[in-house]
């Protein structure tokens, strides 16, 4: 069974930095793309990175490039998202989802249950 | 960046009866090299992530009732509910995979009329 367990959402001051962590098993975690979807309270969903799994490549939406970094630990299963310079815009629950293939072009067909990151004085 | 819409906002159906959903990008998201539809569609229950119903445009998740179909090439699909039930009130959002930076449609809302 798929399981994407994050932890590190938290209640940080603006421009204060955190780091996303999601345990990964259920599956071979380096054959698979993996991404960050965020959502803001009561609002839709928010494709925010992703990593690939055949290339290593990655890719940020506009929003977070050159704040945010996607990474990956293979040897541990697990995937991570380095938050810099937080806003209060960045508040939201954070999923970490598994995409289908190992290609980043592909849907998500696993998600976590999400962490909540709150930005505020 | 490719645009994705959805229409309605929201709509309440009779149980049992049809509930359509549109979905519109602001380009193709059709690979003319392999035909397929970068195009996929989630259902998220209040308090609990998103689910993928359909991806490719119109292949079923494996598990996901059969009421459930996808259609549409290049910049137009559809969702479809063929008989509402109570467990399909949802949030229900479309996302185009074809473009870095990917992107979501803003959601259309499915109540019990």
């Given at each position: 069974e798929v399981q994407l367990l994050e932890s590190g959402g938290d209640l940080v001051q603006p421009g204060g930095s955190l780091r996303l962590s999601c345990a990964a098993s259920g599956f071979t975690f380096s054959s698979f793309a993996m991404t960050w979807v965020r959502q803001a309270p009561g609002k839709g969903l928010e494709w925010i990175s992703v990593i690939c799994a055949n290339n290593d490549n990655t890719y940020y939406a506009d929003s977070v490039r050159g704040r945010f970094t996607i990474s990956r630990e293979n040897s541990k299963n697990t995937l991570y998202l380095q938050m810099n310079s937080l806003r209060a815009e960045d508040t939201?629950?954070?999923?970490?989802?598994?995409?289908?293939?190992?290609?980043?072009?592909?849907?998500?067909?696993?998600?976590?249950?999400?962490?909540?990151?709150?930005?505020?004085? | 960046d490719i645009v994705m819409t959805q229409s309605p906002d929201s709509l309440a159906v009779s149980l049992g009866e049809r509930a359509t959903i549109d979905c519109k990008s602001s380009q193709s998201v059709s690979y003319s090299s392999n035909n397929k539809n970068y195009l996929a569609w989630y259902q998220q229950k209040p308090g609990q992530p998103p689910k993928v119903l359909i991806y490719w445009a119109s292949t079923r998740e494996s598990g996901v009732p059969d009421r459930f179909s996808g259609s549409g090439s290049g910049t137009d699909f559809t969702l479809t509910i063929s008989s509402l039930q109570a467990e399909d009130v949802a949030v229900y959002y479309c996302q185009q995979y074809y473009n870095i930076p990917f992107s979501f449609g803003p959601g259309t809302k499915v109540d019990i009329k």
């Open positions: 939201a629950v954070y999923y970490c989802a598994k995409l289908r293939g190992a290609s980043c072009y592909s849907d998500i067909d696993y998600w976590g249950q999400g962490t909540l990151v709150t930005v505020s004085s | -």
